[in-house]
Nanobody
């Protein structure tokens, strides 16, 4: 059973940066792609970025390019966010699956709040 646990959320001022982590356990080949998503109040969950282990091929949503960087190790996937805006406020989730776009396991989410 794959488990994902996010950490690193919190309160940050607009223009600031924040780093999120997601530790995965129990995964094997079936969880070689890990991604980050967010759910902003009043909107559907949206894709931010994903990366494959071990070849580190990243994939970014167009709207997030230049403001986020995704990286990973065998057990942890990271999301660094820069120049944060109040509209980035939401719950950030990590997910894992066998391929990009095929996420079958999800974490519980971590709250990110950006103050103006």
């Amino acid at each position: 059973q794959v488990q994902l646990v996010e950490s690193g959320g919190g309160l940050v001022q607009a223009g600031g940066s924040l780093s999120l982590s997601c530790r995965t356990s129990g995964g094997t080949f079936s969880s070689s792609v890990r991604g980050w998503f967010r759910q902003v109040p009043g909107k559907e969950r949206e894709f931010i970025a994903a990366i494959r282990w071990p070849d580190d091929s990243p994939w970014y949503a167009d709207a997030m390019k230049g403001r986020v960087v995704i990286a990973n190790s065998a057990d942890v996937v990271y999301l660094q966010m820069f120049r944060l805006k109040p509209e980035d406020t939401g719950v950030y989730y990590c997910a894992a699956g066998p391929e990009f776009g095929q996420y079958v396991n999800w974490g519980q989410g971590t709250q990110v709040t950006v103050s103006s």
